[in-house]
Nanobody, 126 residues
Framework: QLQLVESGGGLVQPGGSLRLSCVASGFSLEYYNIGWFRQAPGKEREGVSSTRGNGGGTNYADSVRGRFTISRDNAETTVYLQMNSLRPEDTGIYYC???????????????????WGQGTQVTVSP
């Protein structure tokens, strides 16, 4: 079963930065469309950003556009989420997942994705 592993979370002050990594275990992500999601305590999981495989393309939620950047490494084994100008409302568990076959890579709906990892905790606090 294809699955992803997230890492890079931590505690950061408002205005700070973190870079999250999403790694595929034993396979290349080159042809996979990948999404980043987050879930704050007591809230539903929300889409943050997505990247199209095999040629590129990125999409962002309005709440993070201009602050977060999604990218891939040259070996296509890792998808990153660079998070700058972090705010307390960015706090939550961050997950990456693979787009299901036939769904639009622009989707930020969690039901369009599969292969969820365990997530990585991001806490933004003074």
């Amino acid at each position: 079963q294809l699955q992803l592993v997230e890492s890079g979370g931590g505690l950061v002050q408002p205005g700070g930065s973190l870079r999250l990594s999403c790694v595929a275990s034993g396979f290349s992500l080159e042809y996979y469309n990948i999404g980043w999601f987050r879930q704050a305590p007591g809230k539903e999981r929300e889409g943050v950003s997505s990247t199209r495989g095999n040629g590129g393309g990125t999409n962002y939620a309005d709440s993070v556009r201009g602050r977060f950047t999604i990218s891939r490494d040259n070996a296509e084994t890792t998808v990153y989420l660079q998070m700058n100008s972090l705010r307390p409302e960015d706090t939550g568990i961050y997950y990456c997942a693979m787009l299901r076959y036939g769904r639009s890579w622009l989707s930020l709906k969690d039901y369009d994705y599969t292969g969820w990892g365990q997530g990585t905790q991001v806490t933004v606090s003074p």
